[in-house]
Each structure stands twice: as structure tokens, then as C-alpha cells.
């Protein structure tokens, strides 16, 4: 009978639903078990020995981890510092922009083990199910895919029951609320985010607040990626992990994002993302130095809606890519020091310094004197602008004495 059994690749976190899920899909659907945990920069190497022991221990045929921190740095954390991407202008897309490549990878296992099934511990409820199954659906049509959680609705405390039954106790409940890390961020829901006017207390958030004074730091960028911290150059990926482990125990990045799913209900969800937050804000000074008026409008515009297809599943929309040949060409002249000053609970961005500065003194000094023309340019200057509400009031008198 073992021979019989299906393949099915399981999306494995080791969070309570997926280690429901291994049991559940062996025992009562037959299938033969694989899981893979796509590492988004949110496991160290130990964590990722105890997932592949407690997959393994839970039924899993075999194991296998991707670490996918690179490419997705590459692929989608990049062009999101390129778009400045704040989902409702506060949301760093922490997680929601982790599950598309989670999903990519774990059809490479799909693939190696010719498997015709494919599975995630999703509920039915958030935007998850949507990211995982957009992926499948696109990307392997001809595989089935098998969501658990949201087929049975089933509950926390059936799912406790059921891997008690089979021996398997890990006292889920100690934990009163679900985290979600990777590299760009972790986040944070508990019964305070399931309604409007709950308030996450300190206990919720993964780091606590152990520094007091105010310290300063600089970030540096070229061509608008990150790529030194205090003046120390190393990769991109370096800087955000030493970023974070710096600017963590200040409870910097810290807030609650509340917004529209794809599937139409509103959400409310905590994070904690400090470098993200600081990274974003520190590269949008730079480019609000290096880049002309009309560059940074309609990046504004294109970075906003790169962010809103990201976190609505879209990735895989062609419009992305071309949305990133936009953004990359934007940075050719965001490179450059900013000065950012941290304190607990916030930050400030105090300054930078760029070969590409527009704000350059040759060409004068804003409020104080210009030196590229003189007083009777600007009068010129002024009339020609005034012109065509000059020739609108003229035929509007109405109007004219209205706002006087």
C-alpha cells in the first residue's frame, strides 16, 4: 500500500498548521509527505535543523530547505527600496512579499520529486491561500493543489486535538500570539488585531526595548541599493541584518497595518520592521536630493502601485517587470551617505551627503540668494506663469471678485 501513495509537496513553516498538515495528508488523505521550508532570511541554522527533525518526526518522506534570502533581496526586496513601497504608507510589505517566492521555490521540489500534488497550511480566510495558489495555478497548472485548513475549517483547537491524538504535543498554547519573520520584517496577529480598537501590548512584539540613548548612524547607498552601515561597506543583505540588530532593541518600526485583502475583507495586522522602515526612509531623503521633480513624482506613482501588485499577488503580472526596468533606471544618481539618528520607539532622518545633490550652492541658496538669474527674470518669469488664469479671470469676472 505504501507504494500506492501519492506524492504531495507540503509549503512547511513548523507553525501549527503545517505541522497539522503532515499527519493530516498521511493518514487521512494517503498521500506520501514531502515538506520544504523556503528560508526568507526569518530562520538561523539551528532553527532550520529543528524544522527539518520536527517535519521529519511528524511523518515528512523527506525534508528539504531553500534558502531564498538572496534571491528574494534580488528579485523583490530591491525594487520595493527602489519604490520606497510602504503598503498604506506605513506597511513595509514584511511578509506579504515573501509568500510569492516561497510559493516559486517550493515547485522546484514539486519538479525534483514529480509530484502531482502541492500544499500550504493556508486558512481560507487571509491572503496567503491567494499567494500560494496564484503561483501554482500560473506557474504548474497540471498540479493539484491541496490546502487542508481551508478545506476543513477547521479550528486552532482541532488541530491541537489531532496532533495530540497522534503523539504529537509541542504546547501550542503557550504562545498567545502568531509571528511570521523574514529578512524584511515579522508580523505580528493576536486577539488585539482582530478587532478595530484592540492595542498590541509590549509582550507582542519579538524584540524589547533595551536601548535608551539616542544614536547615530549612516547608511550608505549606491546606485540605491544599500550598501554600508557606520562606513563599513559590505552586501546589501549584511546591511539590513546589521541594521536591524542595532536598531531592534530600540522597538523601532513598530505599528499596526490596517488594509483591504485581496479577497475583500479589511485586516488589521501588526509588524515590527526596523530596518525596513529606516532603510525606505533614509533612500527616499537621498532621492528627494538626486532626482528632478518629474523623476520623483512618477516614481512615487509607479513605486505605489509595484507595491499595491506585489501584496495583491500580482508578481507574476509581466507589468511588474517592466515597472522595474522603470525603477532601476531611477537610481542611477541615488547614490550617497544619510545620517539617521535613532531613539526608542523612533527615528529621524537627519541628513545626507551626495556627489548628485541638486541642492548644490553654485547654483544658489533657497530663501537666502540665487545665482543662475536676476530680479527682472524672475518678474519675466512670474508674468509668463500668471498668464493663463490671468486670461480665464478676464473672461470670468464673477469668479475674480469671489476671491478677493
Not at 538561523?44 to 534571491?71: F, M, P, Q, R, Y
Not at 480598537?197 to 512584539?205: Q, R, S, T
Request: aromatic share 10%; with cysteine; net charge neutral.
Amino acid at each position: 500500500m505504501e507504494n500506492q501513495k501519492e506524492k504531495i509537496v507540503l509549503a512547511f513553516s513548523g507553525g501549527l498548521d503545517t505541522s497539522f498538515c503532515v499527519p493530516y495528508l498521511t493518514n487521512e488523505r494517503n498521500f506520501e509527505v514531502h515538506t520544504v521550508t523556503v528560508n526568507t532570511g526569518g530562520f538561523n541554522a539551528e532553527e532550520v535543523k529543528t524544522l527539518e527533525k520536527k517535519a521529519i518526526t511528524l511523518g515528512a518522506k523527506s525534508h528539504t530547505t531553500i534558502d531564498a534570502t538572496k534571491s528574494y533581496y534580488e528579485n523583490g526586496i530591491k525594487y520595493m527600496i527602489f519604490g520606497n513601497c510602504l503598503r498604506n504608507n506605513s506597511y513595509p510589505l514584511s511578509v506579504s512579499s515573501e509568500r510569492i517566492f516561497q510559493a516559486m521555490e517550493t515547485l522546484k521540489v514539486v519538479k525534483k520529486t514529480g509530484a502531482k500534488y502541492v500544499a500550504h497550511g493556508s486558512t481560507g480566510a487571509g491572503n496567503d491561500q491567494i499567494r500560494f495558489d496564484i503561483v501554482f495555478d500560473i506557474l504548474a497548472p497540471e498540479v493539484e493543489i491541496v490546502a487542508p485548513i481551508r478545506e476543513l475549517q477547521s479550528s486552532r483547537r482541532f488541530e491541537i486535538d489531532y496532533l495530540k491524538k497522534h503523539n504529537f504535543d509541542y504546547s501550542w498554547d503557550k504562545s498567545k500570539y502568531s509571528l511570521n519573520q523574514g529578512i524584511w520584517g515579522t508580523s505580528i496577529c493576536g486577539v488585539e488585531t482582530l478587532s478595530s480598537d484592540g492595542v498590541l501590548p509590549e509582550e507582542a512584539f519579538p524584540h524589547k526595548v533595551e536601548k535608551q540613548n539616542p544614536e547615530m548612524i549612516t547608511i550608505g547607498f549606491s546606485e540605491g541599493e544599500p550598501v554600508s552601515l557606520n562606513g563599513k561597506e559590505m552586501e546589501p543583505l549584511d546591511v539590513i541584518r546589521s541594521l536591524a540588530k542595532i536598531a531592534d532593541p530600540y522597538g523601532i518600526g513598530r505599528d499596526v497595518n490596517v488594509g483591504d485583502t485581496i479577497i475583500g475583507l479589511k485586516g488589521r495586522v501588526g509588524f515590527e520592521a526596523a530596518a525596513p522602515m529606516i532603510i525606505i526612509k533614509a533612500h527616499h531623503l537621498l532621492e528627494k536630493h538626486t532626482l528632478t521633480k518629474s523623476q520623483q513624482y512618477w516614481k512615487e506613482m509607479i513605486g505605489n502601485y509595484y507595491g499595491q501588485l506585489m501584496h495583491e499577488a500580482q508578481y507574476l503580472d509581466p507589468v511588474m517587470r517592466n515597472m522595474e526596468v522603470f525603477l532601476k533606471s531611477t537610481q542611477k544618481n541615488v547614490t550617497g551617505t544619510v545620517k539617521v539618528i535613532l531613539r526608542p520607539y523612533c527615528f529621524d532622518v537627519a541628513g545626507c551627503s551626495s556627489k548628485y545633490d541638486l541642492m548644490n550652492a553654485k547654483f544658489g541658496e533657497y530663501g537666502e540668494i540665487n545665482k543662475s538669474y536676476g530680479a527682472r527674470d524672475i518678474i519675466g518669469f512670474t508674468k509668463v506663469l500668471a498668464n493663463p488664469s490671468k486670461v480665464y479671470y478676464t473672461l470670468n469676472e464673477k469668479e475674480k471678485e469671489l476671491l478677493k
